[in-house]
């Protein structure tokens, strides 16, 4: 029998409270192994501050006897580990010592599944409409794989290049970090000369596979490439410019800069794969545009390191640059008709328009 363990959650930015705040709730409960099983648990409250705190709690089996000691620890892991390894817990008997793991397969066979469950998201960008298969909610606050998601930064910018065909009009695609849905990609096969989808997690890749086979019909899927790009990878990058020797002359990336150490190599991968060339015959300039939430990195670390491989902001959204600006226009047009403020899905989404010098 395991014994009562007493269990605090805390919605803290004081992670070193020793008493429930604001948001904390505090109880009594007797663990089974279905409860262990749910140790690790996103706080809720956290959500709206944009970040995630994680909770992992060590049990020790007592004796049932009354008066039985009992012990309990709880372990904050911080913001800047959101996707922490599922440990192992140890559980311990004086007479009897019992290790327990909670592996993410011993944890799935526990529960009578043999796989993690995905489910079909329904998008619709004007008149574009994909049904798109990601890892069910379920899984996804323990998931290693942000690419096993659909992002609201991807929702946007797919209704905007749904809305705007002349972003990537007889234009060359990339998208950087598109994750399984590749849903702006899919939308710029419509009209663009080449589109390459790539990712750098091979289980995103394979069910981004999976989506163009449910969502696109031949000739179109032909024409999206899908290839995995490990930012400041040299192998990776050589094999994309071998699908594009004069580079691109879009390349989109959403919600790819919430890691701060990924931010130079993203730019750096960037700055190889864009063309080189100001303008083309059509008097078009290449363009890194980067639509997000600002999490843990904050704009002024993007530009400082977009500055640094070359990269120029000349547009912003939805806060334009100086009114002298010759470029402020640019996203803005995109949203002149109105149409797109309803496809918004959030304020706190962000646009940047970046040419290269």
């Known amino acids: 029998m395991i014994d009562n363990v007493l269990f605090t959650l805390c919605c803290a930015k004081d992670v070193t409270a020793t008493k429930p705040l604001a948001f904390g709730q505090i109880g009594v409960v007797k663990p089974n192994l279905k409860t ?3 140790m690790k648990t996103r706080v809720p409250s956290l959500e709206c501050c944009g970040f995630r705190r994680w909770i992992q709690a060590v049990f020790r089996v007592g004796s049932g006897i009354s008066g039985g ?7 904050f892991l911080g913001k800047d580990n959101d996707k922490p390894e599922i440990p192992k817990i140890i559980i311990e008997d004086s007479a009897n010592e019992m290790e327990v793991d909670i592996s993410e397969g011993m944890a799935l066979e526990m529960f009578g599944i043999s796989s993690p469950k995905e489910e079909i998201v329904d998008v619709i960008s004007r008149d574009y409409s994909f049904k798109i298969k990601v890892l069910s909610k379920e899984y996804q606050h ?7 998601m659909l992002w609201e930064s991807a929702r ?9 065909q002349t972003i990537v009009s007889g234009r060359s695609v990339l998208e950087l ?6 849903i702006c990609s899919m939308v710029a096969t419509r009209s663009a000369n080449l589109v390459v989808a790539t990712d750098g997690d091979t289980k995103a890749l394979d069910l981004l596979n999976q989506n163009l086979a449910l969502n696109l019909q031949p000739p179109t899927l032909a024409s999206l490439i899908t290839r995995k790009l490990e930012w400041g990878n040299r192998d ?3 094999s994309i410019k071998r699908l594009n020797d004069r580079g691109f002359d879009v390349i989109i990336g959403t919600d790819v800069t919430y890691i701060a150490d990924a931010i130079s190599p993203l730019f750096a991968t960037a700055k190889e794969l864009i063309r080189s060339c100001r303008r083309d015959k059509e008097g078009s300039t290449p363009a890194l545009i980067l639509c997000h939430v600002l999490r ?6 993007i530009l400082s390191a977009a500055s640094e491989f070359g990269f120029r902001l000349v547009d912003r959204w939805p806060n334009a640059l100086t009114s002298a600006s010759t470029f402020q226009e640019i996203i803005q047009s995109w949203f002149s008709e109105g149409s797109l403020e309803t496809c918004v899905p959030t ?6 328009y970046f040419h290269k010098l």
């Open 236 to 238: 990776d990058v050589e």
């Open 177 to 182: 970090g598109c994750g399984c849905a590749g």
């Open 156 to 164: 946007l910018m797919a209704s905007v290049l749904a809305a705007n």
């Open 69 to 75: 000691k009992t012990e309990s620890k709880v372990k």
């Open 142 to 148: 323990t998931c290693k794989s942000t690419g096993l």
């Open 296 to 301: 843990r990195v904050d704009e002024p670390s």
């Open 36 to 38: 262990m099983m749910k």
């Open 347 to 352: 304020t706190a989404l962000n646009i940047l």
